[in-house]
């Protein structure tokens, strides 16, 4: 029986044949296992690239227990999300990352100052969005490790100079780096992780530099489907509304507990995902709450304050929530 193998297949195919870190080639392999056709004439081959996948993923597990491959792009998630900067040397990452944050980052006036990856807490409202300013991006030479962070990170900012005569090429070149590198992707199948264009964030650094009202006038026809912000680290133009754009990007919810019969705790709101649920909720408080979840009475989104819902209900950012066991 004849594979009929798609054209998304020998893609994902050929990304794992490019593939030069072992986290790139599970990820290229459980793409190419999620698009292959679903037939007796693939299954073979789907039993073999599950085998790989697999030895793989063993492969992958030993190597980060031990210390010796110690990978600094590997940065346990903290707060609300993790996103994380990249962008050509000197457009102002570190830069961005220091006025944000109390991260020590590293800021000089030559290329190349950021040796390894920093993380560092942007407050917004009542969370901490956790932001990674990156070693510059040369193209050509780009580490897996980096390339696996990108892909852990729940969000990408684009840094650029938009005050340098360079900025279209410095945005062209990284976009088309993310897109040779299928991190940033048209359609991103099941279980693949990957960006699309219009969740990028794009910081057009540098607007205080001559030159850089037309060029961002350039950058804006010809990308469209780009968000793009122009900010100044060095005046701190359009820096108030940063924190805002990285936690829109996160695409969460806050909700705060109420025990019954007390005030809602208003400082440490929990966090899920949009669209995230009642149920959910409770699971994120505590495993047996969640298991005995019956009922919840919510303050905020629903028609009345403390309106009893069920447990499928879609909760929205800033609900007070009660729950009921
Ligand atoms: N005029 C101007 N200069 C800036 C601005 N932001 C950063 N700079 C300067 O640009 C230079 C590079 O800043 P960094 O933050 O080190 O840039 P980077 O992208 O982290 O650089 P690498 O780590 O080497 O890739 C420094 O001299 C900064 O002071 C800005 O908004 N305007
Ligand atoms: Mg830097």
């Known amino acids: 029986m004849p594979a009929n193998l798609t054209p998304q297949y020998y893609e994902a195919e050929k990304a794992y044949k490019q593939a030069k870190t072992v986290e790139e ?3 290229a392999l459980q793409e190419m296992l999620s698009v292959i056709p679903k037939h007796k004439g693939t299954e073979k081959l789907q039993g073999q690239l599950k085998k790989k996948l697999s030895k793989l993923r063993e492969e992958g597990e030993k190597k980060s227990k031990s210390t010796s491959t ?7 998630k903290e707060g609300a999300g993790q996103l994380i900067l990249i962008g050509v040397p000197n457009v102002g990452k570190s830069s961005v990352l220091g006025a944000l944050s109390n991260a020590k980052v590293n800021v000089a006036q030559f290329p190349f100052s950021t040796g ?8 917004y409202e009542d969370v901490k969005i956790q932001v990674i300013d990156t070693p510059p991006l040369v193209v050509e030479d780009v580490p897996g490790e980096m390339v696996g962070a990108i892909q852990r990170a729940d969000g990408l900012v684009i840094v650029i100079d938009v005050g340098s005569g360079e900025a279209l090429d410095q945005l062209s070149s990284t976009v088309d ?13 099941e279980g693949v992780k990957a960006f699309r264009r219009e969740e990028l964030l794009v910081l057009a650094n540098k607007v205080d530099q001559p030159g850089a009202g037309d060029n961002l006038e350039i950058i804006n026809e010809l ?6 912000i122009p900010i100044s680290v060095k005046t701190g133009k359009g820096m108030d509304q940063v924190p805002k754009v990285f936690f829109e990007m996160l695409d969460v919810i806050r909700i705060y507990s109420k025990i019954p019969g007390q005030d809602p705790d208003m400082e440490a709101p929990f966090v899920l995902r949009r669209g995230g649920t009642v ?9 047996d709450l969640a298991d ?3 009922k919840a009475r919510i303050w905020g989104s629903a028609k009345f304050d403390g309106q009893h819902v069920p447990r499928d209900h879609v909760l ?4 007070i929530v009660e729950l009921h066991t």
């Open 223 to 228: 990308y469209p489907d780009l968000k793009i």
């Open 292 to 294: 005995g979840l019956e």
């Open 279 to 287: 149920l959910e909720f409770a699971q994120e408080v505590h495993k």
């Open 25 to 27: 080639k599970i990820s």
């Open 116 to 123: 390894v990856p920093l993380a560092g807490m942007v407050p």
């Open 70 to 76: 110690y990978n600094p792009y590997r940065i346990d």
């Open 316 to 319: 929205a950012d800033k609900d």
């Open 177 to 189: 780096f993310l897109e040779g590198k299928r991190l940033v992707r048209e359609e991103i199948p």
